[in-house]
């Protein structure tokens, strides 16, 4: 029985299947994370009267994390904010089809450069001794952590640019308003 798939498509579900269920981990662990550490901090503040400084700091950094690990299932689920008055514009499926093409061909020149950018960052604030105020952890690290997440959303728009543009069958399915893994 042959597969509907080629070699090159099958390896990409299957990345699509691990990459999934990482970046859902990382975006929903990082803000029920956000959701303990603030619940934590108003309690200690109410019954002991203790305010813990830490906590903003925390919830704050969690919140930006939260953010971008979002990012690459947004670009996979196709859920990016599109000008549709582009490709309303011109009547027939062709013409649309083109817009959306070049559209989606923009996104991954954004992504790439912006990664390529947060990378230079990284790197060079990887020689200075920033830390950050209340936590003490040298803030390369959120930026690094950053910086793969773009790198993930840019591997991500290459993907949904393949499945859209070139796959002839539909590679990755859609959860709609869910945040499932199939």
Known sequence: MKSEFNLFERFLRSFDA???????????GSISLCGVILLFSILNRVL???PLRWTEEACRMLMIISIFSSQPIVTRERAHLKLAFLSEMLKGKKGEKIIDAIADASIIVIFTVVSILFFRYTISSSKYNQVSPAMGYPMWVLYGYLTLTLLDTTVRAIMVFWDDYFSKKKLFTHSDDEFTTT
């Open 48 to 50: 002991f009267k203790i």
């Open 18 to 28: 691990v990459l999934s269920k990482i970046e859902t981990f990382l975006s929903v």
